[in-house]
Nanobody, 121 residues
Framework: QVQLVESGGGLVQAGGSLRLSCAASGRIGSIHVMEWHRQDPGNHRLLLAAVPSTGNTFYADSVKGRFTISRDSAKNTVYLQMNSLRPEDTAVYYC???????????????WGQGTQVTVSS
């Protein structure tokens, strides 16, 4: 079994910064890509950033230049550094990972439980 656990959400003023973490644990085989998403109050889930095991990172236009995704492969952890936060960044943030677990021949997408980020004006 594989689990993703997020941390680092909270309340911050506009213009401030937060750093989210997401650690994968369990029978991890190969992690192919780790991602951050957010779900707004209207339940729209948006892919914000992705870091593959090889290749370039991806950023949604709405966060490009403000958010930075990084990955510590040794710790099976992905981070999202969020700077210059805006009230419209308020959402529940989720991490996900596409991975092939140990002893399994196909890949699955796993999700964290979500962490609330609230940006006050």
């Amino acid at each position: 079994q594989v689990q993703l656990v997020e941390s680092g959400g909270g309340l911050v003023q506009a213009g401030g910064s937060l750093r989210l973490s997401c650690a994968a644990s369990g029978r991890i085989g190969s992690i192919h890509v780790m991602e951050w998403h957010r779900q707004d109050p209207g339940n729209h889930r948006l892919l914000l950033a992705a870091v593959p095991s090889t290749g370039n990172t991806f950023y949604a236009d709405s966060v490009k230049g403000r958010f930075t995704i990084s990955r510590d492969s040794a710790k099976n952890t992905v981070y999202l550094q969020m700077n210059s936060l805006r009230p419209e960044d308020t959402a529940v943030y989720y991490c996900s990972a596409v991975m092939t677990p140990m002893g399994v021949l196909q890949s699955y997408t796993y999700w964290g439980q979500g962490t609330q980020v609230t940006v006050s004006s």
